[in-house]
């Protein structure tokens, strides 16, 4: 105990452990294999690095992202620990020599590299050779087809331990990890025995709401009320290049706001010249797609909007997760409109593997094959119709089932080792399927976001049941929903009700546009054809508009009565509390009206 904190103390002046890292540390130098969930900003490296330098050999660190590894390695250096390095794609050949010269000599302790190196020949004969005490794994959701980010090179990580002389302990570390991938991290990298540390997700101090609005024009006059009320830096994410331009644009021109856009499409040097500004406060506002924030290590981001929907609550969580890293208040606004979500729908749908994908990348596979291997240029296959996204998925899918093994992979081209099976209808088929799974998963995700938007209950309590975590009762400044709550704004009545009850007379599931219309009265001709209007709940609420039933449902499925599939039509049931409500007949929670823009007064100058 006491010789952990002194070395805590020697090794980086803190005094003290944060929550979760001594366990973590503990674990580690007895030997365990440790999967540890902590939140951004918490101090994971620090779960690593200080068994690092305390064990007698080697600690290999799996990190996907390149300007952290730098950015760590910089910080250790500054505080005079030197004995640690990496290894990637950025280095000069001639820096590449003298980094594996070092490590070959024993000057390093600690060794970051990105995890395509482990599959180089030069690196893992080099590795089965020297003393690996610690194997880590950050990031490590990447490994998981469930996890929101996906890195088919994790997928090796499983042989390379296996292939270890001898396996050193594993410490998997990520911020966020639903139950469902946390077991994916254990079974994917042969460690199901390990001990698991969850350190609190709960970020007390993130103000965090979400707001529905009727438009796009809607959204930003929001978007410009919201920043009235904040100061201090911030990030705003959107979800396409052109919209951080967009939004950055306004922000100049309109509220005079200095703000500069991100995204990948920019250069290394334009990007590297934002974040540095934002990092020292010449610009406070950052407009940014997800590109940015991974590894930017400013403590006092006060707020974060997101101007479009991410993908799922996991995405959302490790964005916001940005803001009051140094414990101080921060707002996390969200800002919805029912477009955002049909943006989101588009890109899973237009994502989808077919059979046409799958020829195009056998065609082009066979075509370069030359001693066993094949070379295939990524901007060719772009060109006949096959996305970096869809031939990341043709070839994960592909070595999964035997047919191939990736040998390298990189922005330009897949180099390509033929497998011992040949690619046969079934395995075709097989692959097809797996591509299916992985579409539902991302519409359940989104639906599991869109539904916490909905919802009317406490946000931040909300949001750690879906992590898995047990909530006390939540404290601090916490959402959106408990001011509305303890302030009595919450309207009650009985046509929710009456949704439910509709629901219980159809036949068969329908999706909630179709609900919507019946409930309104709808004289659709499929309507009529399913005798839909002879119902004794047809029309029931013709009195709202369709918007306002929406909403409605919207809401049902955000506070849990009623559920819709991750299917591409999903359709509406209900769930236990959905029942449970019906039979006790008490009136529910009615949504407050959708945001609208208001209308431009006559002397309006723009
Ligand atoms: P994460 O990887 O979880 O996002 P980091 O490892 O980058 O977080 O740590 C965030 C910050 O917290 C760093 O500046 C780090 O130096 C600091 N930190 C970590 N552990 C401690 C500690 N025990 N005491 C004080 N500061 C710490």
């Known amino acids: 105990m006491a010789q952990l904190l002194a070395a805590l103390n020697k090794y980086f002046g803190f005094t003290d452990f944060r929550p979760g890292q001594r366990e973590v540390v503990e674990q580690v130098m007895a030997g365990q294999d440790v999967l540890a969930i902590m939140p951004t900003g918490q101090g994971k490296s620090l779960c690593y690095q200080l068994p690092g330098f305390m064990l007698p050999g080697i600690t290999l660190v799996i990190s996907p992202l390149v300007a952290l590894m730098k950015d760590q390695v910089d910080s250790l250096h500054t505080r005079k620990l030197h004995q640690a390095t990496f290894l990637n794609s950025q280095l000069t050949p001639e820096e590449h020599r003298q980094r594996l010269a070092g490590i070959r000599q024993g000057k390093y302790k600690l060794i970051y590299v990105a995890p395509e190196r482990l599959r180089t020949r030069s690196f893992s004969a080099l590795i089965s050779d020297m003393p690996l005490d610690l194997l880590v794994v950050d990031e490590a959701h990447c490994i998981s087809q469930w996890g929101h980010d996906f890195r088919p090179d994790y997928l090796y990580l499983r042989e390379f331990i296996q292939g270890l002389a001898r396996r050193p302990r594993v410490l998997a570390l990520t911020a966020t990890a639903t139950p469902r991938v946390q077991q994916d991290i254990l079974q994917q990298l042969g460690i199901e025995q390990a001990v698991k540390v969850v350190a609190g997700s709960d ?24 920043l009235a009320g ?36 920019m250069t290394p040097e334009q990007r590297a010249a934002v974040q540095e500004s934002f990092i020292n406060g010449e610009y406070p506002v950052v407009v940014a797609t997800n590109a940015f924030g991974m590894g930017i290590d400013k403590q006092d981001i006060r707020f974060v909007i997101h101007y479009s929907m991410p993908a799922s609550i996991e995405a959302y969580y490790q964005e916001v997760g940005r803001a009051g890293r140094d414990g101080q208040p921060a707002t996390c606004t969200l800002l919805y409109t029912p477009r955002d979500r049909a943006l989101q729908d588009w890109m899973i749908n237009n994502d989808a593997l077919t059979r046409e994908h799958l020829v195009i990348f056998w065609k082009a596979y066979q075509r370069g094959w030359r001693n066993g291997r094949s070379i295939l240029d990524i901007n060719e296959l772009a060109a006949a119709g096959l996305d970096e996204n869809r031939l990341r998925l043709v070839a994960v899918g592909l070595e999964r089932h035997g047919v191939i093994s990736l040998v390298e992979r990189n922005a330009e081209y897949l180099e390509i080792e033929s497998g011992p099976r040949e690619m046969d209808a079934k395995i075709a088929r097989a692959i097809l399927r797996q591509s299916e799974r992985h579409q539902f998963d991302r519409r359940t995700k989104l639906q599991a976001l ?111 009565y009623l559920m819709a599939s991750g299917d591409q039509y999903p359709v509406l049931e209900l769930t236990p509390k959905g029942w449970e409500a019906i039979s006790l007949g008490n009136p529910l929670p009615v949504p407050p009206e959708v945001e609208q823009s208001p209308p431009k007064p006559a002397n309006h100058i723009n």
């Open 450 to 560: 869109v539904n916490w938007i909905h919802t009317g209950s406490c946000r931040r309590r909300v949001l750690l049941e879906y992590f898995g975590e047990r909530v006390k009762q939540p404290a601090g400044r916490c959402c959106d929903n408990c001011t509305a709550n303890s302030s009595g704004e919450e309207e009650y009545s009985f046509e929710p009700l009456e949704v439910l009850r509709c629901l219980q007379q159809l036949p068969r599931g329908v999706g909630r546009k179709k609900m919507a219309a019946i409930l309104r009265g709808a004289k659709e001709k499929d309507i009529i054809e399913r005798d839909y209007h002879l119902l004794p709940h047809y029309g029931k609420l013709k009195h709202l508009t369709g918007t306002a039933v929406l909403a409605m449902i919207d809401r049902l499925l955000g506070d849990g």
């Open 230 to 265: 904040l100061s201090g830096s911030g990030i705003i994410y959107t979800a396409t290049r052109k919209e951080t331009e967009e939004v950055a644009a306004f922000l100049i021109s309109q509220l005079k706001l200095p703000a500069a856009p991100y995204h990948a499409g």
């Open 203 to 226: 970020r007390p101090n993130l103000y965090l709401a979400a707001r529905r609005l009727a438009s796009g024009q809607a959204k930003l006059q929001a978007l410009t009320l919201v």
